[in-house]
């Protein structure tokens, strides 16, 4: 396996857990869109808290997401400039 395939697979990995991320902190919102309903002002911190922690998390991925594209990208870059030092 290339550097490149195991960025590509977790670029992949990211892609999903963000995903995944995402429906969590949907059922969570609608938890707490029903916890508000109903006066619970004992869950309904606690919610918020999560909902704060998963978006916390979510940025990370992203983060890590986009030093992974970058690092592809140089990849390519000097894969490029190797194919062109060949071709002299």
């Not at 490149?4 to 938890?31: C, G, H, P, R, Y």
């Not at 909902?51 to 690092?71: A, G, H, I, S, V």
Request: aromatic share 4%; charged share 30%.
């Amino acid at each position: 396996m290339t550097v490149s395939d195991a960025l590509f697979d977790e670029a992949q990995v990211i892609k999903d857990t963000n995903s995944a991320l995402s429906d969590v902190q949907e059922t969570l919102a609608l938890s707490l869109v029903d916890s508000l309903k109903d006066g619970d002002h004992i869950t309904t911190p606690t919610v918020i808290n999560m909902l704060k922690d998963l978006e916390d998390m979510q940025l990370k991925y992203y983060d890590r997401l986009e030093d992974n594209e970058n690092t592809q990208g140089a990849l390519e870059n000097q894969g490029q400039s190797g194919d062109e030092d060949t071709a002299e």
